[in-house]
């Protein structure tokens, strides 16, 4: 039986390519108490999702494969719709749009690579409230 003051750890989806990455942001999260999953592309992401659905997916939008607009418009088609979090980094596609591009999907926030972790937890507290 959990103590009273416990709350059960929230569920977070980490999508990118970029493995050290991933793994480096999921440690911050880890270390904040959060459950974090781990995929490197859109089609694992919808996957885990769909076996153990999440509170909150943060995603990278340069991803190559099943891109990460159509990941996203997947995963807010859902029965119960996923918040997310957007990140770029300098790629095929300017930052800037990318990022319009995902507060107009519906966004909760987005960040610009690379961000400090402070500005992650901040922007991931902010999401689950």
Avoid at 64 to 69: A, L, M, V
Avoid at 74 to 103: H, N, S, Y
Wanted: hydrophobic share 45%; proline share 7%.
């Amino acid at each position: 039986m959990l103590p009273l003051s416990s709350k059960p750890s929230r569920h977070i989806l980490l999508v990118d390519d970029d493995a050290v990455l991933r793994n480096l942001l999921g440690l911050i999260l880890t270390k904040e108490g959060y459950t974090v999953s781990h995929a490197s592309n859109g089609q694992q992401a919808i996957s885990l999702h769909r076996s153990r659905p999440c509170d909150l997916f943060i995603t990278e939008l340069t991803l190559g494969g099943r891109g990460s607009f159509e990941t996203i418009m997947e995963l807010r088609r859902q029965p119960a719709p996923v918040k997310f979090i957007a990140t770029a980094r300098r790629g095929w596609m300017p930052p800037d749009f990318c990022l319009r591009m995902a507060r107009h999907l519906g966004a909760h926030d987005v960040l610009a690579k690379p961000f400090p972790a402070e500005e992650l937890i901040a922007v991931v507290r902010r999401a689950l409230q």
